[in-house]
């Protein structure tokens, strides 16, 4: 069973289209996350919620609108995607601060 | 923000010798480190963490090693394999928030 799940594993899009990323977890942890990992494979955090509250919003374009349906599932939608967007995104998901666990990500390619 | 960095970004390794992985952090604050093992086209998978209490955790053929004096954190994996081949990320706790800071990433390629 996956534990940390994302749709699509692949995107390749417009530049100036809109898109959105789901994120699932079926841990039962309260605590999902974002992150954006470059071509030099660094990983920085975008967003993190807690029971569906909005708890960490790093220094992210307002383009980039995270949405937590249920502590199961964060969705990441972005409007008017950008060149620069192109990276692979990461959903985790952990327990309060313990182990985070991440999906197998998600190739955003805008052309 | 946070720094954590890794000393060196590819390391090369025979196959059956053993492997180090340096990091070092900057938060002296930061009480929870885990290292995480990313393979190709897949995301990060833990590895192995350590607590600021402690300064050395063994699993199985990795070990963790803190040095909270000079703010460095090291895997060793023992009798490395071809399998072990991928990017390996230290990643720190500052105790903060939820917030994970990641270093920069190691390559370890494993030579047959």
């Known amino acids: 069973d996956t534990a940390v799940s994302q749709t699509p594993k692949y995107l390749v899009t417009q530049m100036g289209n809109d898109k959105s990323i789901k994120c699932e977890q079926n841990?039962?942890?309260?605590?999902m996350y974002w992150y954006k990992q470059d071509s030099k494979k660094f990983l920085k955090i975008m967003f993190s919620?807690?029971?569906?509250?909005?708890?960490i919003n790093e220094t992210v374009p307002n383009r980039f609108s995270p949405k937590s349906p249920d502590k199961a599932h964060l969705n990441l939608h972005i409007n008017s995607l950008e060149l620069g967007d192109s990276a692979v995104y990461f959903c985790a998901s952990s327990r309060r601060t313990d182990t985070q666990y991440f999906g197998p990500g998600t190739r955003l390619t805008v052309l | 923000g946070e720094s954590v960095g890794l000393h060196l970004p590819t390391l090369s390794v025979q196959e059956g010798d053993n492997s180090i992985i340096n990091c070092a952090y900057s938060n002296s604050a930061s009480d929870y480190f885990i290292w995480y093992k990313q393979e190709s086209g897949k995301g990060p998978q833990f590895i192995i963490d350590i607590r600021s209490n402690m300064d050395k955790r063994q699993g199985q053929r990795v070990t963790v090693l803190l040095n909270k004096t000079v703010k460095h954190l090291s895997l060793q994996i023992a009798a490395t394999q071809p399998g072990d081949s991928a990017v390996y990320f230290c990643?720190?706790?500052?105790?903060?928030?939820?917030?994970?800071?990641f270093g920069t990433g190691t390559s370890l390629t494993v030579i047959p």
């Open positions: 990643a720190e706790n500052p105790r903060t928030g939820n917030q994970f800071y």
């Open positions: 919620y807690n029971n569906k509250e909005l708890i």
């Open positions: 841990l039962g942890h309260d605590t």
